[in-house]
T-cell receptor, first 114, second 116 residues
Framework: KNQVEQSPQSLIILEGKNCTLQ??????????LRWYKQDTGRGPVSLTI?????NTKSNGRYTATLDADTKQSSLHITASQLSDSASYIC?????????????FGKGTKLSVKP | DAMVIQNPRYQVTQFGKPVTLSCSQT?????MYWYQQKSSQAPKLLFH???????NEADTPDNFQSRRPNTSFCFLDIRSPGLGDAAMYLC???????????????FGPGTRLTVL
């Protein structure tokens, strides 16, 4: 069964600190993996996308890694800001299947405190 | 510049009273999706349109219907909302399928539905 598991479920850090969020997946055949940021009461916004051959992708203070062998990804946030408080969702796309063949993780809720 | 627009942002309806949520896009994307997202859960795909071709997920209740009168607009109709249908409803679009750059989904801000 295709699944995406994220950890931790929630995380509280102080402003200015770094943090790393984890994503493990069992999706096959793998196409790509995305990290989305979802502010409370808003729709998800894409941060990074990685295909099988890519093992790291940066977007400002966000850096995502992908290990296709172990089927693990991480999202590292550097020098956190209050505006980073949000849910971060890992989404894996499988080859073939229907148009909507995205498997969503449940997200990690990050709270950045002053 | 808003690319995927959802109206209204907040909708309150009564138990059993039909409600329609709307989504429009300025991206000229071929594919439009409707998701249901309940608190602290991942979005759940209800259905999607590839152009005019409607694709229903197997476990989407019959209570949910959708219309796509043209490329830009897509509607979600809930015929008889129950208390369990209270959720955030997200609309998304993607250019096409295949390459990752084509199937990236762009989400709207969502409509939060409350059922009284």
């Amino acid at each position: 069964k295709n699944q995406v598991e994220q950890s931790p479920q929630s995380l509280i850090i102080l402003e200015g600190k770094n943090c790393t969020l984890q994503c493990n997946y069992t999706v096959s055949p793998f196409s790509n993996l995305r990290w989305y940021k979802q502010d409370t009461g808003r729709g998800p916004v894409s941060l990074t996308i990685m295909t099988f051959s890519e093992n790291t992708k940066s977007n400002g203070r966000y850096t995502a890694t992908l290990d296709a062998d172990t089927k693990q990804s991480s999202l590292h946030i550097t020098a956190s800001q209050l505006s980073d408080s949000a849910s971060y969702i890992c989404v894996v796309s499988a080859h073939g299947g229907s148009q909507g063949n995205l498997i969503f993780g449940k997200g990690t809720k990050l709270s950045v405190k002053p | 510049d808003a690319m995927v627009i959802q109206n209204p942002r907040y909708q309150v309806t009564q138990f059993g009273k039909p409600v329609t949520l709307s989504c429009s896009q300025t991206l000229n994307h071929n594919v439009m999706y409707w998701y249901q997202q309940k608190s602290s859960q991942a979005p759940k795909l209800l259905f999607h349109y590839y152009d005019k071709d409607f694709n229903n997920e197997a476990d989407t209740p019959d209570n949910f219907q959708s219309r796509r009168p043209n490329t830009s607009f897509c509607f979600l109709d809930i015929r008889s909302p129950g208390l369990g249908d209270a959720a955030m409803y997200l609309c998304a679009t993607s250019r096409d399928q295949g390459l990752p750059s084509y199937n990236e989904q762009f989400f709207g801000p969502g409509t939060r539905l409350t059922v009284l």
